[in-house]
């Protein structure tokens, strides 16, 4: 590609640390699959930044991966998942869900965000044998549309999960933006407390590959190691995890890049607004989804890779801008110039 | 682990130059999802090794979801997998392939290997609708037991499918010791020609995570890339399976680490012979397995690391010796020493 | 139940031929599975009277069963199915289709109808592999909402269908009362030639159990005997769906059933319509949906049974008011007159 | 057919009892779906005739549905059920337990019978998460070779049950048969007090359709009606299995059809012994398998019809021959004078 490319948080490789990392420990001997010293490492400091030991740790190649795994692992047959409309497991993962037995409840939002009012209206919906249990809410944080849960969003579901006997799920492929935006008054801690499982993203902030489980309700921890075998989670050499998540954690790495993405893209949408143009969703974390005149977004795409996200009107496109922990400021300088030349 | 390992063959990281060439790559922008330029190129340089062009090729994170894709991509819901009673599928993946709604009709075999008379046994039992239809036989090369398919052994195989319309898959986790041994008489440009699907092995001959996918049957070919997203499979950073087969194929070496495996545990096996003792299976590559007196196994264990594979008689078990591209020969004298100061 | 009820058209038993014709064959000894000669008798007749020969003919037990056999016979693993969003598949069957591991992708319709134009819709909206592939349509006749799909309904879905190459599923638990509804213009004959699929009702139309499942694609033909097994669907002694689906169709029964239960419902909803009140979808069919203040629900439901559907204000609910080949007139004369009083 | 069937024990209509009652109660409207006042009442009978209160019962119209409901209710993805290789879940459902994700660990046994070492020699061999986990142990009562448990088999089995933590579960297509056979000593309150979940079949003891699952396990019962639906499991005339099965039990209906049956099997056995033929299971209820020469088989067949069940050599087979409580004992007669006049 010689346009530089907002598409993705996933274009580069990994933080050269990392990558130092697997280099210097790259002929020590260690046992397969996940139970080797690097991922008990990693899980002892990870337990260290959440604040909480009483947590199963678990690593996995992908979200999807992730997704499939921790829901089919905690729902009977015959229980559903509820969603957003625009949730990653309800559009994005080619029925990975489905694929385990279990439907999705999904209803439309407002900016991709679950509320307890949403989850309530799905649950008097379905009242019987005749139709599929709810059991799970899924969340994602920041969501597919760049908003972030906010710590009152968080309890309010928690709160509703309690009342209703629900399990509370968060998609966290990209928590570290979600918990770096300056919008957001969440910690790890935080969503330990109100989550019965997440996950914390690594490869759309800084890993080469790999996705940390975080199980923190004692119901749903027994056998997983059982579920991820049987999924086709469990890799041989699952040291890469470890060693990996060792490195974004065991200072501030995690944070830090995921705090640079956000800049970059806050950058982005405030010279955008500034420039006079309006935005689909509130621009909160490493995604912004501004509506350009399709004339404009020609001559952006000249320099520039990026996805048309929605149709606003005959002139008028929303697109989609992902920033990462590699993106280069003087793009975005380059960016904003050309919106500057067209305005 | 201070003990020197002969457990598996995922005890290092990756060689170096794969770990160099992740590096040098490491900030081109690609696309995401194994779509990248490294991925193209690495398709481009194995359809040139095998010497076939009309084949397509994916990647995937590790044996078990490549078992499980290509398996589930190409049954119909009622139609059942044959595998020896020892195969991976069958014992060592968690009921990965009953997970996707299939039965594996397993039967015992002679050393690993499934012979056309044993397929044969298979379908004349099953004979209507009230029985699974079995429609796929799978098979390792080096199967689970270390020993190998020959040519003629495979040609039986792709016969006897031929005659009742069975797909012939085989799981390559760890095709390059299989291809590197002595008593090989395949290529690559054989097994695409007689396999409906195979898959090659990265993270047991030297890659950190990956394995490639080959599709020969264009009737298993259709919307692939759909099954892979389904089950998990598809990387965002899939660049990192490309940019790892580049490396392993772009000249040899992916053979010269394979054969550098066999020949560590070749030599292995022969010492062990000339010091008088027998093998449960004939060594070909790159596991073998011995049977020694209990005392001695205790003593080799207090400096080496391996399986006690199975119990033989009260004084004797055999054990699991696996070598690696990373074994040291010095460790290889060191075994066959103590060996040699107990005899 | 001491009140009278219109809660379903399954509250009887079975027409008294058919249970005779069960009397009469009771000891012939036949061979089992629905292979037996009154089964492929009934399949012979059946043939006659859809008018075409080159159709396959099986019999389940119930309509979940037939959705779910159906379904998931003509699909592969990713591909998933295009419903209403009131389809049965999709709210009253507990998850049964995602069961066999598809999505649903429903879509909200005008009184329970699909259209192209909704199909296009959803078609449009799955680009690629990260998305499911809907490649099934599914429709009821009658609806669930008691509306029917008239000639030229179906034949707009067929040439979509045809279009994508999609498949069109008819789901017809109350076929027989959408045929004989006064609004149809379809025959047998047409829908075997519109659908690649379909069932004809019989539990919901006289009969005490079975349904028939055509297969008039000849690509969804091969081993669905195979499907119908594993899920359960192969009933031992398979005659009693022979038995009865003979005496529907021999001669004219099961229209004329169906006519009843039609001529029952449409003749109230006449009476309900003269006396002032509206519906929440037009009538017709067995299915009807009138709006009734509370009060008057409440005195209906002393000497009455029936469902109420829908709040439509805080005075109003919708109600659900089903007939069947057993209502009896002088209950429809009854519940009218007990409306009248309260006018 | 013309020739007399010994080929199952389905090959008629039901009781006349049965039909009669299906008659009586024929315009009696009642709720839909196994909620009626038949179903209550045959549930009360059931549970006064098998000594227990605290038990839950549910109706549905097959074996094979019953065995997939019973067995994917009961489990997590990753578990698997233990079976005798000749168990009917094994060979004769289609693949149905795997179709619903769970792997089935079958052993050989001596005449289809599970015994404690068995499933201990399974439990052992799987230690770790890379293996499925045996979690329920699946026998018949009789079994698919016409054997039976007697009350110190159970015992063992619920013994070695409670040990490892695993569930016990008969299918009694066949319970009939079993329960009053000579050589049987178990109750229904044994079966009940022993397993955690049985099903009592009707078919094949005098039903049109319908089996009884009877869960016994609180931990089994929760939820129980939606894996029933999810399944296709829930009939919307359900009144019809508890009108028939009120009729079987209300009195002793269902033991005097059996015990008709299992004379007639025996009679047929004890003549054959005395003619000098030898069986390939012991002869112990309505199934028995003889061994005669090819030349009689061929002349049995002109007469009666049969199953080949296996070549024993050259010159002979054994063969199935099935009575019911329709079988006519003139025809034991005429069979075994055929064999006498062979002789």
Redesign the interface.
Known sequence: ?KK??F??D?????H?NL?NA??D?????????STDIFCLEASKILKNKIGKDDIDIHFV?????AN??MI??AL???E?VISATTGHIN??????I???????NSIDTSAGKLTPELVEEILKFHTD?????PKLVYISNSTEVGTIYKKHDLEALFEICRKYDLYLVMDGARLGSALTSPFNDLSLNDIANLCDMFYIGG??NGA??GEAIIITNSKLKD?F?????????????G??FGIQFIELFKENLYFDLANHSNRMALKLAEGIKQLGFSFLYPPESNQIFPIFPKRLIDILLESFDFYIWKVIDEEHYAVRLVTSW?TKENKIDEFLSIIQSFA
Chains 1, 2, 3, 4 share one sequence.
């Open positions: 590609m530089y490319s598409k993705n996933y274009s580069e490789g990994a050269p990558l697997l280099n420990t790259n002929f020590i001997q260690t046992e397969g699959y190649s992908g979200g999807t991966q499939l795994i089919s692992s009977r047959p015959y559903s559009i994005h993962e080619a029925g990975a489905e694929s385990t037995g279990h439907k999705i044998e005749h139709m599929v249990k490869t759309k080469l590959i056998d190691r059982y579920h991820i075998k049987q999924k086709g989670g469990l890799i041989a050499k040291r890469i590699a």
